[in-house]
């Protein structure tokens, strides 16, 4: 995330909050978005072996 995108999604939040709650809720929505990352490449290399194994047949 760059600087500007960390300035407008503290500035859009409706209460403030403290340094270490913003970098948590930072962290946690990173953490979700590496998390759906991963499940979509698994996802892709569960359906390339997929297709690979249905044209050996």
Not at 26 to 51: F, G, H, I, T, W
């Amino acid at each position: 995330m760059s600087q500007t995108d960390r300035k407008s999604a503290s500035s859009t939040s409706s209460s403030p909050k403290s340094g270490s709650e913003d970098r948590q809720a930072r962290l946690a929505s990173a953490l979700r978005a590496n998390l759906k990352k991963r499940k979509a490449q698994v996802r892709s290399r569960k359906a390339n072996e997929d297709d690979a194994q249905n044209k050996e047949e």
